[in-house]
């Protein structure tokens, strides 16, 4: 049963994924200049997407470190409030239905007909890393991470990609240390493409930790109402289990309003931490 459970969550998590209709990356030809690491973060935060309101359908392949699952998953997104998922197996109907806020997690399995309603020390703990809202939602869109604004950054040439990386991982860790009721600090590298100034790549961990990373690639990014929006995307999660996923939309609409149902059946058993 616990298995089920966290074999649905983890899906989610990965969608990382958290998270564009075929736009194929351009061959760049002429060997790109190398820029500084300012100007590059700057040109990626003016091109991010600004929409409020996402809403899309994709197909998952999730691998759980034995056996590899097909999935369709229902997305919705309130930019900075709500993440609603929705998993369906291969006959189409709902197995389970996750509604993250900045500080709550709710989850119900409908297989085994349970729910928790609590903190993210749950999806914390699944995944053996810290993580919270604006963590899976970066990861869902693209974006780079709002603690990476603090750090030194430095900037190189990598496969034609600009790879933006804090310049001190000493330094990392050493305030790791300092830190006080056991906050994670985290090292972040981002592979930028220098045409769209989109992330192609992110690659997170937490310092101090044996495993506990990350890894998120977008090969693919589609423009729908003049934002350019990740479309096709691979997760890897670097614990003990040896997570991985594949995910590709059939289907995505910005800025349009939409509900999030959520609602416990009373018949269903709390999961307990």
């Not at 820029?35 to 590059?40: E, H, L, P, Q, Y």
């Not at 937490?206 to 589609?222: L, P, R, T």
């Amino acid at each position: 049963m616990i298995k089920q459970q966290y074999k649905f969550i983890g899906l989610f998590l990965l969608l990382a994924i958290f998270s564009a209709c075929s736009q194929k990356r351009i061959e760049i030809k002429k060997p790109i200049k190398l820029a500084g690491a300012d100007f590059v973060m700057d040109q990626m935060h003016k091109n991010q997407s600004t929409f409020e309101w996402f809403t899309g359908k994709a197909k998952v392949d999730f691998f759980d470190g034995k056996k590899k699952t097909p999935f369709t998953a229902q997305v919705r997104m309130k930019r900075d409030s709500i993440i609603w998922i929705s998993l369906s197996g291969s006959v189409g109907i709902e197995g389970a239905r996750l509604l993250l806020t900045q500080d709550s997690v709710k989850y119900i399995n409908r297989i085994d007909k349970t729910y928790f309603a609590g903190s993210y020390e749950f999806l914390s703990d699944l995944l053996q890393t810290e993580i919270d809202f604006n963590m899976i939602q970066s990861l869902l869109i693209a974006k780079d991470f709002s603690w990476m604004d603090s750090q030194n950054l430095k900037v190189r040439l990598d496969n034609q990609l600009y790879q933006i990386e804090s310049t001190n991982k000493r330094d990392l860790k050493k305030q790791s240390k300092m830190t006080t009721f056991a906050i994670p600090v985290y090292y972040q590298s981002l592979w930028i493409s220098p045409e769209s100034f989109k992330i192609q790549k992110i690659k997170i961990k937490e310092i101090g930790k044996v495993g506990k990373k990350i890894s998120a690639s977008y090969s693919q990014y589609k423009l729908i109402k003049e934002q350019l929006v990740p479309y096709a995307m691979s997760v890897e999660f670097d614990n003990e289990k040896g997570m991985n996923l594949d995910l590709i939309y059939s289907k995505i609409s910005l800025n349009e309003a939409v509900g999030f149902p959520f609602s416990i059946n009373e018949k269903y058993t709390a999961i307990i931490l």
